[in-house]
């Protein structure tokens, strides 16, 4: 399959995003090579492969208990209100 430069102007606009010429470009290569690669998987025959079995029961599994994280991940420990501020919105 083909692609062009106005499919991925298309992808562009529907994300909202400007593309120069230079990004239309490099962007329809690099699209292109990924749908050749996809075409490569569908062509691969798997009518001989079998399918993976699980070795691992449930019950191996480690249990899942919750744990108190002691870290500050959002970076919100010093602020007075506790809440994360964000950039404004134009």
């Known amino acids: 399959m083909m692609v062009t430069k106005e499919q991925v102007k298309h992808l562009g606009w529907?994300?909202?995003?400007?593309?120069?010429d230079a990004e239309l470009e490099?962007?329809?290569?690099?699209?292109?090579?990924?749908v050749k690669y996809l075409?490569?998987?569908?062509?691969?025959?798997?009518?001989?492969?079998?399918p993976i079995a699980t070795r691992k029961k449930f019950a191996d599994l480690r249990p899942d208990e919750p744990a108190e994280?002691?870290?500050?991940?959002?970076?919100?420990?010093?602020r007075k209100d506790g809440f994360v501020k964000g950039?404004?919105?134009a």
């Open 14 to 20: 529907l994300a909202r995003i400007e593309l120069s």
């Open 69 to 78: 994280f002691e870290g500050d991940a959002l970076g919100t420990k010093y």
């Open 87 to 89: 950039p404004r919105m």
């Open 39 to 50: 075409d490569k998987l569908d062509a691969m025959p798997l009518q001989q492969v079998k």
């Open 26 to 34: 490099r962007y329809t290569e690099q699209i292109e090579g990924i």
